[in-house]
């Protein structure tokens, strides 16, 4: 293919040869976005998301998390 195409939302695409790349848990990319981001507090990024998911009210998260997952929890609780 020799035409240039906008990188996918939920992947990273870092050199123009060669295929977009997931963000993993805990990141996020857009449409057209070259890399991916930290989730920001207060939010869930699961594998190949697009946008930060807001945590519901009475969660919490914090910046990018362990990067393994992403999860919001109940405050004074954890995910093992």
């Known amino acids: 293919n020799t035409e240039c195409e906008v990188c996918p939302a939920g ?5 123009t ?3 977009p ?3 993993l848990p805990g990141s996020y990319s857009p449409l057209g ?12 990024c699961l594998l190949n998301d697009s ?4 945590c519901s ?4 998260s ?11 929890c109940i405050y004074n609780f954890f995910r093992s």
């Open 62 to 72: 914090r910046e990018g998390g362990m990067r393994e997952t992403q999860y919001c």
């Open 33 to 44: 976005s070259s890399v991916c981001q930290l989730c920001p507090s207060g939010s869930s």
């Open 57 to 60: 009210p009475g969660e919490f």
């Open 21 to 23: 790349q997931p963000c």
């Open 51 to 54: 946008l930060p998911q807001l």
């Open 17 to 19: 040869d060669s295929f």
């Open 11 to 15: 992947h990273s695409c870092l050199s």
